[in-house]
C-alpha cells in the first residue's frame, strides 16, 4: 500500500491553488509533498528519482494553464523565464529536500 | 528532524518578493487565467454598445480597466505623486516633482466644480468610476500587480481628472521660461531677439493676429476641403507626437448610444473620445504650446517673502510620501511646500520660483470634450471648444456638410511678457484677463491647412517661443500642393504623407555648411548634394546628417547644461549666423558626422518601454529600425526614439476612418493583442475602422 501512497505527495503541492499564502504554495506545499513522497518510498532508488517526480506536479499545472489558454502560457514563458524558472527550481528543490526528509523519517523496521 | 527545522527556516529567510514571484497559483503566473473580455475589440477597437449614455460610461470603465488597469494607475499615480508607493524609490523624485506642483490639488478642485455645476456630467463621470471598480473587485489577475506584489487600489472620479491634468501639464511646456533665462544670462538680450521674433518659422495663419489687451473673460494635423479631394467631402488627418510607451499612451474605442456614436482615442482613465469623429464631425488637435506658466521670484526672509511692500507669510503644506520596496516594506517622507499668492514654490537651480500654471485652475477641458463628441455642426462643436481652457491645441475641424476650420483652442492669461521670470515682489507679471484663442486664431474653410506645432501666427503679443521647427509644417503644405498638380487628393496620398520621411531641413544647412564649413563642412555638403534629404533605414547619408544635425545642437548649448534640443534647430541657425554661437561649430559637427559609417537603421532603432520593461525587456515592444528623424512628418527624434506619431488618424468623410496606433489595443503583456499593430505601424498601415 506504501508504495501507492506516495504518489499522494506529489498531488500536495496543488492544495497551493485554494492558499493565498506564496510561502506555502512556492516552498512548504512541495516540501511537505516531498516528505511524503520520501516517507512512503521503501527504495532509496526511489528517493533519487524525487527531482523527476517532482516534474509531474510541475507538469500538471502547466497542462491546468495550458487548458485555459496556451498562448497566454507561451507568452508569459516568452517574457517571464526568470518566474517559470524559480518557480521549477523551488519546486524541484523544496520537494526533493522533503524526500530525503522523509526517507531519513521513515521507521527502520517498516 | 533537524532537517525539517533547518528547511523552515531557510524558508523564512527567503525575500517575500521571491517566493512570490515563485508561487505558480497566487504569483506572476497566475495571470494567465485571465477572464473573458468585457468589450470585443473589432478591428483593433474597443466597441461599446449601450442602451443610454450611463449604461455606456458605466461600460466604457469596465472595459478600460480590463484592458489598461496598470497603465491608468500609473498615470494618476503620477498625477498625484504617489508612484513610489508601487514601484518603489525611483520614483520619488517624479513624486516630488509632482506633487510640489499640486496638479492633484487641481484635480480635486476641478471635480467638486463640476459636481456642483455640471451634475448631470458628473453622473456619467461617476458611472465610469463604478465600471471601473466593478471590474477591480472581483480581484482580476493582472499581471504587473502580481509581480509587484499590490493590490490594485479603487478608481476615483479624481483621479480621471489627474489624468487630465497630467497630460495638460505634459503639453505645457515646464520650465521653459527658467531655462530661457539661463540662455538670456549666457548670451545676452540678443538671443532673446532671436528666440522670440524666429523669424524663420512659417506661421499656421497667413494674416497677423491681433489681440485687444482689453478683453476681460475669462504634432501634424491637416484639413483639406471638399473641392480638393477625389470624393468631394472633406479630409482630416491627425499623428499627435507624443511619448511611445508600451502600452501605447491612447485606446481607440467606439461608444454606440441611441443619440450618437463616437469613435476616436481616448486616454485610458478617461471617458471621452479625445481626437475623432461622431459621423457628423470631425477633429484633430496638435499642441500650440501657447505660454501659460510663469515664474516669480521674490525677495525672501525665511519663510516670508516681500510682495508689492510687503512681508507675508508663505502658505505651507505638507506632503507625505511613502516608499515601498517589493517586499512591501514602506518608509515615509514628507516634504514641506511653499505657496505664495502665486502658486507653489519649487527650486531650479538653487533658486526659489513660485510657479503660476492656468491649469491649475479648476479646467474643463473633459467637459469640453463630452460636448465636442456629441456635436453635430460647427457651432456645436465650439460651444464645446469653448470649455477647453489648457493645453492649447491647434484644432482642426472637418464635417459632413462640407466645412473645414482651424482654431487654436484654450484660454491665453494676458500679462505684459511672460517669457522669462518675473519679479514676484514687485509685482510684475500679474495676469490681468484672459482671451479665448478661438476668438482671435481661427480660420474657417481655407482651401487647405496644415499645422505642426509652429508658429500659430505672427501676432503683436508674446504667445510662446518654442515653435517647433518649420519643416514638418512646410513638407505637408509642400506635399499637399504637389499631389494637387496631379489631381484631386484622395485617402492614400494624406496616408503617403504621414508616412513621409524627408527632411527638408537639410536645404538649411547645407547653406549653413557652405557658409561656415572647412574642409570637413565642404565633404559633408558635396555628400549631401547627392542625396534626396530621405532618412531612411538604409542610408549612410541619412546617418551622417543626423550625427551633424544632433552634433551641432550639442556643441552649441550642451556648455549651457539644457537639454540638446531645449532649443529649436532654427534658433541655433540664426544664433551662429548673428555669431552669438562661435561659427566653428559648423565645422566640427561637419568633422563628427563624416566619422559615422553605419546605415541609419542600424543607429536608429524604436526604444518603446513598458514601465517594469528595465526589469524585464520581454515588455517592451521590439527594437526595429526606424524611418525619419527629428523634422520628418513620420518623426522619430533621437537614435533611441520614444517619441512620435502616438496615433495615426484619418477621417475622409465618404470614405472612411482609419487609423493605427503605436502598439497594441490591449494593454495586459500576455495578450496577443499586446502589440498587434506595432508593426503595422511601423510600416505605416492602417486599420479601417469606420
Redesign the interface.
Known sequence: MSRWVRYIGLLIPLLGAASPWHVLNAALLPFIGGVVYGYFTERRRGVVLAPLAALIPIGLVLVYYAAVDVARLTRFFSIFPLFVGLWAVFWLLFFTVGAVAGHLLRPRNR | ?A??VL??LA??L?P?S????????????K????PAPPAPLENYALVVKAADEREAFYKLGYAHAYYRFFQMDVMRRVAEGRLSELVGGAALDTDIYFRTRGLYISAEKTWEYIKQNYPQYAALVEEYVRGVNDYLAANPPIVEYLILGKRPEPWRPVDTFAVNKLVAWSLSGGEDDLQLKVLVDALGPQFLDIALARELNTPILPRKATFSPAIELGSNNWIISPNLTATGRPILANDPHLSLTAPPTWIFQRVETPDYTVMGVAFPGTPVVVIGTNGYVAWGFTNTGVDVIDYYYYVWNGTKYLYKGAWIEADKRVERFRICDLDNRCVEKTVEVLETVHGPVIEFRGQRYAMRWLGNNVTLEALALYYMDRARNLTEFLNGLRYFVTPSQNTVYADRYGVVAYFASGYYPIREGGYLPFNGSRGEGEWTGYVWLPSVLNYVNPPYLATANNKVADANIYLQWRWADRYRHDRITELIAQKLTRGKITVEDVMDIQRDVVDISCRDVKQLLELYGGDSGRRLLDELSRWSCEMSPGSTTASRYAAFLYNLQKLAWERFNISTTFVPFEVTMASIKKGLIDRSVVEKAAEEALKVNAPWGSVHKYAISHLLGSA?P??NYERVEAPGDWFTVNVAPGFNVAHGPSVRFIVAFGSGVYTVLPGGPDGD????L?DAMYMPWVRGEYVKVG
Not at chain 2, 521571491?18 to 503566473?29: E, I, K, N, V
Not at chain 2, 503583456?669 to 496577443?672: A, G, K, Q, T, V
Open positions: 528532524m532537517a525539517i528547511v523552515f524558508v523564512f527567503i517575500p521571491l517566493l512570490r514571484f515563485a508561487d505558480p497559483f497566487q504569483g506572476p503566473l495571470a494567465v487565467a485571465r524585464f520581454g515588455l503583456p500576455l495578450s496577443p499586446y
